[in-house]
């Protein structure tokens, strides 16, 4: 009857548009007025829309640059990441700029940065952000580490990173690999102490030569072709920090929203979700595997010569050979193996070794991770020499002293 009825009505329907109005209009007060209430004195501000609770038990590896499963968002749903911190230059005003928008995010922070500025450490909690670790040293060779390799790295970040902290419960069990270089390795040993290996959806660039608007743009580009995500972001860079602003207003009038990211705890249950929610492909999609978004040669035209990205942005001191730098071309996707060793011409010397090969390589082309990135990827532009705040946390880094830190709370991070 009530269909009949609107439709029998048969004149301009503006008692509807009123009354939709009057409900935008009121909603509109609403969620301003709610803004206010959780923004106080930034009334306009893009706010946090939502925690999402995760269990790194249930969901050890995310992110869809590399893994199958990633962070299961709505649409228009945003988390925002900033690693390689602290450096109180740069992660001061960004954690100013969050603050002003009510932004929740979550950082991924550096052993020896935490070392040389545990305030640092102790302001991403105070102001309420997820913490994470992101390795002791960022050297850019996970996926070439051995087990004994990898072990001091992660235990040594997560180490110093608590001992900044005055409630070591304020760090989370997530950790992000320098330079996103996967390895069997690290993987296992993170799923040992029931560390959650955090990817990233999609990237801006931000320590690469280029300008603040670029890095805005990029940003920006790349959440609408996903529509949704985790966007990796660094807190040292300046360049960064130019663009958050923009980034943020423009996230708030395209609507989107920001999440916040926490761990489960025993006394904070993980938000109920469906496991295909964490899909980065559903069942019935037909794109079988995510990609490296490509660094064309056009994405420096907005470059700034002047803000040059040293290698030591991403805070390792083991400074490769510079590569040319004539090469524009990305150093991601590689080209597929299978595909490689299928083409090349057979011998029968060669079949046995080829045999095995593609065995090897069909192995590989049914994990569920896409290969490591080269280093390169993160390493370009070439190296420049070490900042001499570089090297003064050099020279002042000693052998782990470990009188100094307090002991590893890797107990409490298995429980949770
Ligand atoms: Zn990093």
Same mark, same amino acid.
């Given at each position: 009857?009530?269909?009949?009825?609107?439709?029998?009505?048969?004149?301009?329907?503006?008692?509807?548009?009123?009354?939709?109005?009057?409900?935008?209009?009121?909603?509109?007060?609403?969620?301003?007025?709610?803004?206010?209430?959780?923004?106080?004195?930034?009334?306009?501000?893009?706010?946090?829309?939502?925690?999402?609770?995760?269990?790194?038990?249930?969901?050890?590896?995310?992110?869809?640059?590399?893994?199958?499963?990633?962070?299961?968002?709505?649409?228009?749903? @945003?988390?925002?990441?900033?690693?390689?911190?602290?450096?109180?230059?740069?992660?001061?005003?960004?954690?100013?700029?969050?603050?002003?928008?009510?932004?929740?995010?979550?950082?991924?922070?550096?052993?020896?940065? #935490?070392?040389?500025?545990?305030?640092?450490?102790?302001?991403? #909690?105070?102001?309420?952000?997820?913490?994470?670790?992101?390795?002791?040293?960022?050297?850019?060779?996970?996926?070439?580490?051995?087990?004994?390799?990898?072990?001091?790295?992660?235990?040594?970040?997560?180490?110093?990173?608590?001992?900044?902290?005055?409630?070591?419960?304020?760090?989370?069990?997530?950790?992000?690999?320098?330079?996103?270089?996967?390895?069997?390795? @690290?993987?296992?040993?993170?799923?040992?102490?029931?560390?959650?290996?955090?990817?990233?959806?999609?990237?801006?660039?931000?320590?690469?030569?280029?300008?603040?608007?670029? @890095?805005?743009?990029?940003?920006?580009?790349?959440?609408?072709?996903?529509?949704?995500?985790?966007?990796?972001?660094?807190?040292?860079?300046?360049?960064?920090?130019?663009?958050?602003?923009?980034?943020?207003?423009?996230?708030?009038?395209?609507?989107?929203?920001?999440?916040?990211?926490?761990?489960?705890?025993?006394?904070?249950?993980?938000?109920?979700?469906?496991?295909?929610?964490?899909?980065?492909?559903?069942?019935?999609?037909?794109?079988?595997?995510?990609?490296?978004?490509?660094?064309?040669?056009?994405?420096?035209?907005?470059?700034?010569?002047?803000?040059?990205?040293?290698?030591?942005?991403?805070?390792?001191?083991?400074?490769?050979?510079?590569?040319?730098?004539? @090469?524009?071309?990305?150093?991601?996707?590689?080209?597929?193996?299978?595909?490689?060793?299928?083409?090349?011409?057979?011998?029968?010397?060669?079949?046995?070794?080829?045999?095995?090969?593609?065995?090897?390589?069909?192995?590989?082309?049914?994990?569920?991770?896409?290969?490591?990135?080269?280093?390169?990827?993160?390493?370009?532009?070439?190296?420049?020499?070490?900042?001499?705040?570089?090297?003064?946390?050099?020279?002042?880094?000693?052998?782990? #002293?470990?009188?100094?830190?307090?002991?590893?709370?890797?107990?409490?991070?298995?429980?949770?």
């Amino acid at each position: 009857m009530r269909d009949r009825g609107w439709a029998c009505v048969g004149r301009p329907s503006w008692l509807v548009l009123l009354l939709g109005a009057l409900a935008g209009l009121g909603s509109s007060v609403g969620s301003s007025r709610a803004a206010e209430a959780d923004c106080p004195g930034h009334p306009n501000a893009l706010g946090t829309s939502r925690t999402l609770v995760v269990d790194p038990h249930e969901h050890p590896r995310l992110g869809a640059m590399q893994y199958k499963e990633t962070l299961p968002l709505r649409d228009h749903e @945003v988390v925002l990441t900033f690693d390689d911190g602290p450096l109180p230059k740069y992660s001061n005003q960004i954690l100013k700029i969050l603050a002003d928008q009510c932004v929740k995010a979550t950082f991924f922070t550096i052993g020896r940065q #935490a070392k040389a500025d545990p305030e640092g450490v102790r302001k991403l #909690a105070a102001a309420g952000h997820t913490i994470g670790t992101h390795s002791q040293n960022h050297p850019l060779s996970f996926n070439r580490m051995t087990p004994d390799q990898v072990k001091p790295e992660v235990d040594q970040g997560i180490a110093w990173t608590t001992a900044a902290l005055t409630d070591p419960s304020a760090l989370s069990p997530f950790f992000r690999v320098p330079g996103l270089l996967r390895g069997d390795a @690290v993987e296992s040993y993170a799923a040992s102490l029931g560390l959650q290996l955090w990817s990233a959806d999609f990237l801006a660039d931000d320590w690469r030569s280029i300008s603040g608007a670029k @890095v805005h743009e990029l940003a920006i580009k790349r959440l609408e072709a996903r529509g949704k995500g985790i966007l990796l972001l660094h807190d040292i860079q300046a360049r960064t920090v130019a663009a958050l602003p923009k980034i943020l207003a423009e996230l708030k009038a395209k609507n989107y929203r920001i999440v916040h990211v926490v761990a489960a705890t025993p006394d904070r249950p993980a938000t109920p979700t469906e496991p295909e929610d964490w899909l980065v492909h559903r069942p019935s999609d037909e794109t079988p595997i995510a990609r490296w978004p490509a660094i064309t040669p056009t994405d420096l035209s907005g470059a700034d010569t002047n803000a040059r990205a040293a290698l030591d942005d991403f805070g390792h001191l083991e400074v490769p050979p510079a590569p040319s730098r004539t @090469v524009l071309k990305p150093a991601w996707p590689r080209p597929a193996i299978t595909s490689r060793i299928a083409n090349a011409p057979r011998s029968k010397a060669s079949s046995s070794l080829a045999k095995d090969s593609l065995a090897k390589a069909s192995s590989i082309a049914k994990a569920p991770a896409l290969p490591a990135p080269s280093g390169d990827l993160f390493a370009w532009p070439p190296a420049a020499p070490l900042s001499a705040q570089r090297r003064q946390v050099a020279r002042a880094e000693g052998p782990p #002293a470990k009188q100094a830190a307090r002991p590893v709370r890797l107990a409490s991070l298995r429980k949770r």
